[in-house]
């Protein structure tokens, strides 16, 4: 987002090449997360992300992809990651019920359940966007920002925001079903290490940066609500990787591979001398 913009006099003639670097480091670890979460999820027959932030994730995509994205290399972006996230949607369809099993009825319609939730948060993200890149009213304009050749149109706020918002959604979600499972099926220390550190320099470290080199354009960074949020993605994924390594201590490896903790292997075998 941005690739268009116009800088003002005072800010670094760095400003582009850093900030480039930075988002694109922060891309290259989330694909290799993708990568490592769909791997994971095959072997684990499981899947990784939670149901609402790989819809979440995978609406934020095809929208931007098909929509707000302008320059090619953003559009390739956004692409890559919609393609390689058909690998995480595979998991869902193909091992999700397996999840759910406390709840068949989820696990019979998981994939309707799915296609339900892609479709809500591509129809609420398109709504957003088309709200703030209105060139008639765009929301929040700035001097220098571009968009399609509309000064004032801020779709590096927009990407922000929406991008805060589905980490937060992912980091927590992922904390509250790592605790829940008590297995790490579909995670490992790679996948929560290019997790983290491709937010930290993606997001955190991104806007960060565009904040300290031209404030004027980037308050939002420091607004009270998003220190919130990106302070509360950074803790939950650093209480995950505590949570992580307690589980793995405490599960087992069951022969088709998927991963159980010891609670549900006794309990499992409980119900087993009660039939």
Wanted: proline residues 4%; hydrophobic residues 50%.
């Amino acid at each position: 987002m941005g690739s268009n913009d116009i800088p003002p006099p005072h800010v670094s003639p760095s400003y582009r090449s850093i900030s480039t670097q930075l988002l694109g480091a922060g891309g290259i670890f989330y694909t290799a997360t993708y990568i490592l979460m769909t791997r994971q999820s095959l072997r684990d027959r499981t899947y990784a992300m939670p149901l609402f932030s790989l819809a979440f994730n995978f609406g934020w995509e095809i929208v931007f992809a098909l929509y707000v994205a302008e320059s090619l290399p953003e559009k390739t972006i956004f692409t890559t990651w919609l393609l390689i996230d058909i690998g995480l949607v595979y998991a869902v369809v193909k091992y999700g019920a397996g999840e759910w099993g406390h709840a068949p009825v989820v696990g019979r319609n998981i994939g309707k359940i799915f296609a339900a939730m892609v479709a809500w948060w591509c129809w609420a993200l398109w709504a957003l966007c088309v709200w703030w890149v209105d060139e008639k009213d765009p929301v929040n304009p700035k001097a220098g920002k571009l968009y399609k050749g509309v000064e004032g149109i801020d779709t590096t706020e927009l990407g922000f925001w929406t991008a805060l918002v589905a980490q937060v959604v992912l980091s927590v979600g992922l904390l509250a079903q790592i605790i829940v499972r008590g297995n790490s099926g579909g995670s490992s220390y790679a996948i929560w290490a290019t997790r983290f550190f491709g937010s930290v320099m993606g997001l955190n470290g991104y806007y960060a940066y565009c904040w300290w080199v031209w404030p004027e354009a980037h308050a939002y960074f420091v607004n009270p609500f998003a220190v919130c949020l990106w302070t509360t993605w950074a803790m939950a994924d650093l209480a995950y990787l505590v949570v992580l390594r307690s589980v793995r201590k405490t599960e087992t490896v069951l022969g088709d591979g998927r991963k159980m903790s010891v609670r549900d292997v006794v309990a499992a075998k409980v119900d087993v001398k009660h039939l």
